[in-house]
């Protein structure tokens, strides 16, 4: 069975970077045909897609948040990884990961809650 | 881009709930459709406008008609309260969410 896991901080400054990582159980990122993702949902909203990164190590990102994301590999760990620069309240959201098919997102991991604030 | 949800409907056990879903680039972009349940992250329960995921049940299902994406619930169950997203991509193959709609089982 195929599960996912973000870890992280849970409080990011502002200005800061939020950094999360997403550790794979069930199948090697680097076997599968599909897109490992980032999503993040802040309280009250619907998801917002941020980025998703291919086990050849493209990526492709929403273009609101294009020139602050970075989404990394560490195949050696199974683990996938978010950065966020320049962080202001307005990114304080659940972060979740998820697997991007060809039939949509599926599984998601729990989600993990980053708030920003000083 | 903007996918377009009634914010909350309610229905009685036993009822039909069709939730929408609106977007210009519906008609050429497949639509998928999730489940929350609170404190829990969403589960696919249609993609593709009307395939249905192993495990999902039979009274889960999709449609498509121009613009518009319907998710029927049928014979709702007091389990099925939650929140529903529809979810496409715009012209650029970005992904999008709906805003969500709050079904509420009396």
């Known amino acids: 069975q195929v599960q996912l896991q973000e870890s992280g901080p849970g409080l990011v400054k502002p200005s800061q970077t939020l950094s999360l990582t997403c550790t794979v159980s069930?199948?090697?990122?680097?076997?599968?045909?599909?897109?490992w993702s980032w999503i993040r949902q802040p309280a009250g909203k619907g998801p917002e897609w941020i980025g998703r990164?291919?086990?050849?190590?493209?990526?492709a990102y929403n273009p609101a948040l294009q020139s602050r994301v970075t989404i990394s590999l560490d195949t050696s760990k199974n683990q996938f990884s978010l950065r966020l620069n320049f962080v202001t309240a307005a990114d304080t959201a659940v972060y979740y990961c998820?697997?991007?098919?060809?039939?949509?997102?599926?599984?998601w991991g729990q989600g993990t809650l980053v708030t920003v604030s000083s | 881009y903007e996918l377009t949800q009634p914010p909350s409907m309610s229905v009685s056990p036993g009822q039909t709930a069709r939730i929408t879903c609106s977007g210009d680039?519906?008609?050429?972009?497949?639509a998928y459709w999730y489940q929350q349940r609170p404190g829990q992250a969403p589960l696919l329960l249609i993609y593709?406008?009307?395939e249905r995921p192993s495990g999902i049940p039979e009274r889960f299902s999709g449609s498509s008609s121009g613009t518009t994406v319907t998710l029927t619930i049928s014979g709702v169950q007091a389990e099925d309260e939650a929140d529903y997203y529809c979810?496409?991509?715009?012209?650029?193959?970005?992904?999008?969410f709906g805003g969500g709609t709050k079904l509420t089982v009396l």
């Open positions: 998820a697997i991007e098919g060809s039939g949509g997102f599926d599984p």
């Open positions: 069930g199948v090697s990122i680097s076997s599968t045909y599909d897109y």
């Open positions: 990164i291919y086990n050849s190590g493209s990526t």
């Open positions: 680039a519906l008609p050429r972009r497949f």
């Open positions: 593709k406008y009307i």
């Open positions: 979810q496409s991509a715009d012209s650029s193959g970005t992904w999008v």
